[in-house]
């Protein structure tokens, strides 16, 4: 879901704070629910997006006013994204960092450099 997530967080957003998707990538995302198997709430979710938007879109691609992409000869493939790893968790308190995984506590002063808490973070991650 990272992938995903730094991909929404490239697609501006207006003065209201919505999304303002590019027609290109709306017309993708259309051409996502046309694969068989596919359902236009499993991509909506994909994206954060409400079904309904996406139904839009597709309605919109049927009267020729979305130009979908060429799809001969594409085909997709289903992506499997692994669980997340439980990473350390960083607390502040009072002048001091905690570095906490599982029974572990590294109480560090809170002038330590990032670098240092970091390696510190990736030593103690499983």
Do not use: C, H
Not at 46 to 69: C, E, F, H, N
Not at 111 to 120: C, M
């Amino acid at each position: 879901m990272g992938a995903i997530s730094e991909f929404l967080a490239s697609v501006p957003r207006r003065a209201d704070g919505k999304r303002n998707w590019p027609a290109e990538l709306k017309a993708r995302i259309v051409a996502e629910t046309l694969i068989e198997g596919e359902t236009v709430k499993a991509v909506a979710q994909r994206y954060d997006l409400i079904p309904s938007t996406v139904s839009d879109w597709r309605r919109m691609a049927r009267q020729g006013k979305l130009v979908l992409p060429n799809l001969d000869g594409m085909d997709f493939v289903p992506v499997e994204i692994e669980a997340p790893v439980a990473q350390p968790v960083l607390t502040t308190s009072s002048g001091t960092i905690d570095v906490i995984t599982g029974d572990v506590v590294v109480r560090l002063d809170a002038v330590t450099p990032a670098e240092r808490i970091a390696e510190i973070a990736k030593a103690l991650a499983p």
